[in-house]
């Protein structure tokens, strides 16, 4: 398949709320950035968070594989509960991002979701 | 009327939620690809899916008619329950394509919705 | 203020929940598209929804004054509930176009949002 | 990092619930425009509320730091609730916004969100 996407992506908005109904792992409140790397290369993705009153720390760093996807939640990169925050996402080849939130402060789920910017 | 749209397209998210509240199909949980053919030609659409841990299955071909909207859900066509997934959608016309998730697994549903990407 | 926006958009999904909860009208499940006319001369905009199983009725029409918003209920343009469909909004003038549904099927309320696609 | 975004976006939905289930500040119902300014350069934004039946009041104004992002409640910028609305959102430097809504009407929450529009 050809390959498709853009290298670079944006999402402005980030917050994981800090209170989970359920211990259950899908169902702890979490935001997810979806990569989808379509092509025939391995992508080496970096993770730049920015927050409201600091510089944003050094980007983290992933590899996604030729054909396959890869959904990792921003509070397994060590992005804080309660803080807002955005992301920038660089892949050296062309990759597919979208953003997603489920949201479980409350007795029942909340979910979001928005392909990022790109340009 | 004139066609609109674009001949391929990406979904980088995708989760079908193992539990559902009910049986009833339109609130059992699903996700939907919305397809909108708009043109006068009918469209050949294949839809290829991705994984995190395995390469994509040979694609699920489907037509949509000239003039006419398909709103398939993605286990209607072999992706499982409990699975990050990602998908590319192909035409040989111009479509628009949309990507909804309906989530049950609690006592009340929750929505997601999105364009999908496309250049 | 300069125009911003496009003269050709459309919204891939589409379905109007029969059920509601409430009889408030506020909280009634209903999908809207909300226009944005930034600039200043009045849009005259054709909405035109399609079907999975039969041609697109005449198009809607609607004004939207100048610097004004217009959030339009399907439903109020005669989309049935309980029915699949899609869109394309189109005007003479610059305009934006999201798409929103709040169902209301259930105790509680759940909502989506998207852009809608434009060239 | 080289700067990511654009100068001009547009958010055609706008609609901040009268209601709220809860007097915790981040559970009351609210709309969100997300901001990120990724770049070097502070950023001088100018928001335009629009509405249905009145012209938009003068432009509220607001900066964000380089390498920063924000978050801005629209009800803290004067917008009324229970009132249909919409906005551009002009800056000097490139910036990315995307639209959050938050809405606790009922005894659970609900969310929205996409990516805002540009050109």
Redesign the interface.
């Known amino acids: ?1 050809d390959p ?3 290298r ?1 992506w ?6 994981i ?1 800090k209170e989970s109904v359920s211990d259950d792992y ?2 702890r409140s979490h935001e ?1 950035v ?3 790397n ?1 092509g025939e290369r391995e992508a080496n993705v970096a993770i ?1 968070v ?4 600091r ?2 720390p050094p980007a983290h760093r992933v590899k996604v594989p030729p ?5 990792l939640r921003f509070c397994d990169i060590g992005v804080p509960r ?1 803080t ?3 992301s ?1 996402i660089e892949s050296d080849v062309p990759i ?6 489920l ?1 479980s ?15």
């Open positions: 398949m498709i996407g853009k670079r944006a999402i402005a908005e980030g917050y709320p899908a169902l997810t979806c990569i989808l379509a730049t920015f927050y409201t009153d510089d944003p054909r396959r996807t890869l959904h309660g807002d925050y955005a920038v597919v991002v979208q953003h997603t939130r949201d402060r409350r007795a029942e789920i909340s979910l979001l979701s928005t392909i990022a910017y790109t340009e």
